[in-house]
RNA sequence: GAAGGUGUAGCUCAGUGGUAGAGCGCCUGCUUUACACGCAGGAUGUCAUAGGUUCAAGUCCUAUCAUCUUCACCA
């Protein structure tokens, strides 16, 4: 007996090590190599199975969100290879211009330097500095979750390859009349001063406090007569061009055609009618400002207006507007309208009101609707395109099918440029004096002949234009290299649902025009990880949990440092806690423990709660049950060669194959989750098989044999309990990499040349590559084994139950007696190996086989069970009152349930109408229950005297 | 305004028309040859509400209520 491995799983040196070994091995490496050499033979024949991971930001930190979505692309990769699928696994990184140019003007700000007066060229240069430096942090953590990406293979947004795809695809689109430039209303972020695309903008539900304010037109000819206009934005005032009324709106029928002043000003518009005005909102009367509303803008091309931008790219007033407003911001000029209109008796009242405003997801400032001449993308083909092939695609869960159909069908044209700097400058070459549009993957030799002459577009991309080619993109495309050739369309995607739209749509139309294909089969949404209070984490509320601060371990300071930077208004309380939960800070928990908590709470529903110290109780814990009963196989296998020669094969007893079974069953399970991509029951699957049959049953029911003086019996113990660990270690590896790996590494310790291992020994050095075990439909014998396992369960935990009633010290030896009532108890008893095993597991002194209850001894408790009858000695414990307590109870139970199925035998309905064997099966029930009340009653009299 | 999700044990969640389940927490007893991050046992339910279908409903249908999410929003 020795100790081979330590007390304490030591992850944090123990995964590193892993993880390098791994990449050693070349372990996450594709059949071929990028540029077509054959890695590995074998699965260069094998089909493949591809996942381009979805590309986190260059300036993102890991988050659970990546954690949960990351874990589950792992665990995939991990499960498809080592069934033996030629695996690949994309990694990269998403440019994400807005969020980076808005990380480096800030670093730059800090040194002093102001990136418009560095000119675009340098600043793009800093931006690049930066991404070598800082890009790559976020990938570095995924190797920490022990993600086993194929790294030579990593790819970003703004490589080389990529951007020439974002060219032929602008190119394609344009030369088809799909990409087109238009002078429309735009979402305009007044803070990166750049247009966004509708999806960018975010709506808060029930509008924000504001004010409605109305403001009086005087009507022009009249003396004192006025035309009241609602508005919750008087600064755009100086923008319109009209005012509106409904043309049936008797109150104004007189005014249509004449002249209102506007106030402020000394301009003079125009009253109309349209029947888009509302007769019933606020007045009635509608101020056009076509430069400032998508709908005036549209209203005021019907009746051929002018628009009037009156704001600068910052929402500050141009020179538009009278003089005492320029320059002044939004804002300040709201402010300054209104008291100069209330100066001059021009504002009639205003009123509080929730004003529905957009914001940018990304700055958050208010979104300013802004007319200027953009890139736009026709959807409606494209959005046609995908839903007409959307049979092809599987999407699970397969509720959000209706999510993406809705986006689908009410999709509007999609603005893809951007004025900001960093990010794919859009291929189109204005011709300085004639106008002329260039439209070319690259510089067009009329512009390389004349340079002077030209200019390019200034615009990038939305980010997203380039993220929709991805899956296409990092595998050559638009070149149909070999890489692309295998591994494209890649297998599945998985992903957050707050993205459907953003990406997922945008991919799958972008794959479609290209290469007619999906481009992947299987789309995943996983659940949000939300707080243990159910609100999403972000920064703001400091409620994130940091993955690597589960997998690394914290100090109670930096415990408290997210709250303590967000200041959220329950700061104290917020901080109290995480004091009283981890007064000495978080403890390291490991990657794979926060792999399977991840999992285990991987429900069927929306959403998953998390809380910190969840990762200690599911996923510690069983890490740690896992090493422990490791640390005891490993104590008993004994590598004495003078039992090499001992034949156990004919020795493996029943428990043997019952665990064999339960393993195949687990088996059977898990492919089948996996391959549904429903992944709510793995958890679960993992702790019944690990935890409670391996470690409580199995175990347990092996420590007999393991000391037995016979070698033989040793020997076999040894066997059974190493193949199935083993076949525990290749089930679990997916999940739980790291230790499980570190394991296997021990077991191999055990030699595979052992004849310990029969003719089940490990085929791969490291498990990472071994055989995922193979699913079986368990047989009639299989089935056998486990209802003669489950009776034998049954009976132990009768004992035990009765055990504790009368609290029977450990220690105390007591003899039972017990009839076997039918062939199942039979079978079981008659076996030696379950005999002992009872009498072990209950804690008997004995356990008497005998034919009939003349044969036990007087004063016995009996206990009832489907197939046995058993007796215990514990006369010198019971206490009479309390057995007839026990018993009246069990009456009682077995009572209510003869009632409620004699109810329904008695129903000729049911004897009618319900399934055969299912009255058949009441009709056992029945009789089986009322055999067990007259016993029960007869042994309620027998007690009376006991 | 529209769509979708969720309401089951104290908490987090499984549940396939046929006697309501797990983990955690709680209670009781245990230094039973790995594990107290453990072992054994136990208690705990108007399956949101009201109807309907069915021999039989936590499960299927309808409505209502609560709650979360997304989309669209008229000045």
Redesign the pocket.
């Known amino acids: 007996m020795s100790e081979v491995i330590p007390p304490r799983y030591n992850f944090s040196e123990v995964e590193e090590q892993i993880y390098k070994k791994w990449l050693d091995e070349g372990c996450f490496d594709a059949a071929f190599a990028p540029d077509g050499t054959v890695l590995d033979e074998e699965r260069a024949k094998a089909e493949t199975y591809t996942i381009a991971i979805p590309p986190p930001n260059v300036t993102g930190r890991l988050h659970m969100g990546h954690a949960l979505n990351n874990t589950i692309q792992d665990m995939l990769i991990r499960y498809k290879r080592m069934c033996g699928f030629d695996v690949l696994w994309i990694p990269g990184t998403d440019h994400a211009g807005i969020a980076t140019q808005t990380v480096v003007k800030k670093m730059l700000d800090q040194q002093g330097i102001d990136y418009r007066e560095i000119g675009r060229e340098k600043f793009v240069e800093y931006v690049w500095e930066w991404k070598e430096k800082y890009g790559n942090v976020i990938l570095d953590q995924l190797r920490k979750m022990g993600c086993s990406c194929n790294w030579e293979r990593t790819r970003f947004t703004m490589d080389e390859g990529l951007s020439r795809a974002v060219n032929r695809s602008f190119k394609k689109l344009y030369d088809e009349g799909l990409i087109y430039q238009g002078t429309r209303i735009v979402n305009w972020c007044p803070v990166d001063r750049t247009a966004l695309s509708?999806?960018e903008v975010?709506?808060k539900?029930g509008?924000e406090s504001g004010h409605l304010w109305h403001i009086k037109y005087p009507v022009i000819g009249t003396e004192d007569e006025f035309l009241i206009v609602?508005?919750?934005?008087p600064e755009t005032l100086f923008g319109d061009v009209a005012i509106a009324v409904h043309p049936e709106d008797e109150r104004y029928q007189k005014y249509i055609g004449k002249k209102v002043r506007l106030p402020l000003t000394e301009r003079e518009i125009p009253i109309i009618a349209d029947d888009y005005?509302?007769k019933a909102?606020?007045t009635?009367c509608?101020?056009i400002t076509p430069a400032h509303d998508?709908?005036d803008f549209e209203l005021g091309n019907r009746h051929g207006f002018e628009p009037i931008n009156i704001m600068n790219e910052d929402a500050t007033m141009n020179d538009f507007v009278p003089e005492a407003y320029r320059g002044l911001d939004r804002y300040k000029c709201r402010r300054e309208a209104v008291k100069n209109l209330k100066e001059q008796e021009l504002l009639d009242k205003e009123q509080k009101y929730k004003?529905?405003l957009g914001r940018s997801y990304r700055s958050k400032a208010v979104i300013e609707y802004r007319l200027s001449k953009q890139w736009f993308v026709k959807m409606e083909s494209l959005a046609k395109l995908a839903l007409e092939r959307h049979s092809e695609l599987n999407i699970q869960p397969e509720?959000w099918n209706?999510?993406y159909f809705?986006w689908l069908n009410?999709i509007r044209d999609w603005c893809i440029s951007r004025q900001i700097w960093w990010g794919h400058r859009i291929p189109a070459w204005y011709h300085k004096e004639t106008g002329e549009v260039l439209v070319s993957e690259e510089t067009p030799q009329q512009v390389m002949d004349k340079p002077d002459e030209w200019r390019q577009e200034d615009d990038v991309l939305d980010t997203w234009f380039s993220s929709a080619l991805w899956p296409m993109s990092t595998l050559g495309w638009p070149d149909h290299s070999s890489d692309f050739k295998r591994y494209f369309p890649t297998t599945t995607l998985s992903t957050a649902k707050?993205i459907i739209f953003f990406w997922v749509a945008r991919m799958n139309f972008s794959a479609l025009k290209f290469e007619d294909t999906f481009p992947y089969e299987n789309v995943y949404i996983h659940p949000t990880i939300l707080d243990g209070r159910?609100e999403?984490m972000s920064k703001s509320k400091g409620n994130g949990i940091d993955p690597l601060v589960v997998i690394g371990g914290a100090e109670l300071d930096d415990l408290k440092k997210p709250v303590m930077e967000a200041r959220p208004t329950d700061i104290k309380q917020r901080l109290k806690q995480i004091e009283k939960t981890f007064p000495d800070g978080f403890e390291a928990a490991g990657a794979d423990a926060m792999r399977y908590t991840l999992l285990h709470?991987c429900?069927?529903?929306?959403?998953?709660?998390l809380s910190l110290d969840v990762f200690y109780?599911?996923g510690?814990?069983f890490m740690?049950?896992l090493w422990?009963?490791a640390?005891?196989i490993f104590?008993y296998i004994d590598q004495e060669q003078s039992t090499d020669n001992v034949d156990f094969s004919a020795h493996i007893s029943d428990e043997d194959l019952w665990m064999q079974g339960k393993i195949q069953l687990a088996t059977n399970k898990l492919r089948e989750n996996m391959e549904k991509y429903d992944f709510?029951?793995l958890g679960?699957i993992y702790?019944q098989l690990i935890?409670n049959d391996f470690?409580?049953w199995y175990?347990?029911l092996c420590?007999?044999r393991l000391?037995s003086e016979d070698a033989v019996q040793r020997k076999t113990a040894q066997h059974c309990l190493i193949t199935a660990f083993a076949d525990i270690l290749r089930l679990f590896h997916p999940i739980a990499p790291f230790i499980t790996e570190e394991l296997w590494n021990k077991l191999l310790g055990v030699g595979t040349e052992s004849k310990l291992w029969g003719e089940r020994r490990p085929q791969s050095e490291l498990l990472i590559t071994e055989k995922f075990p193979e699913s079986k439909e368990p047989g009639s014998s299989l089935q056998k084994i486990i209802a003669k396992f489950n009776k034998l369960q049954d009976i132990v935990?009768l004992v035990?139950?009765l055990r504790?009633?009368y609290?029977i010290?450990?220690g105390q030896k007591i003899r039972g007696y017990i009839i076997a009532k039918n062939e199942l108890a039979k079978s079981l008893l008659s076996d030696k190996e379950s005999h002992r095993s009872i009498i072990r597991l209950a804690n008997l002194e004995s356990l008497e086989i005998i034919e009939n209850e003349e044969e036990k001894p007087s004063k016995m408790v009996t206990l009832l069970d489907s197939s046995c009858e058993i007796y215990v000695d514990i006369h010198e414990f019971v206490d009479v009152k309390k057995e007839l307590e026990r018993l009246q109870k069990e009456i009682e139970q077995v009572e209510k349930?003869i009632a409620?199925v004699t109810k329904?035998l008695d129903?000729r309905?049911?004897i009618e109408?319900?399934?055969p064997e299912?009255v058949a099966a009441e009709r056992a029930?029945a009789q089986e229950?009322k055999e067990k009340l007259d016993k029960l009653k007869h042994l309620q009299e027998q007690f009376a005297d006991f």
């Open positions: 509708d999806d975010e709506t539900e509008g609602a508005t919750t934005r005005v509302d909102f606020g009635g509608l101020k998508p709908n004003v529905p509720r209706k999510v809705h009410n707050d159910g999403t709470q429900s069927t529903g929306q959403e998953i709660r109780d599911i510690r814990r740690t049950k422990n009963a640390r005891f104590m709510s029951h679960e702790y935890w470690c409580d175990v347990e420590k007999a000391t935990t035990r139950t504790a009633d609290s010290k450990p349930y409620s329904k129903n309905n049911f109408r319900a399934k299912i029930k229950s």
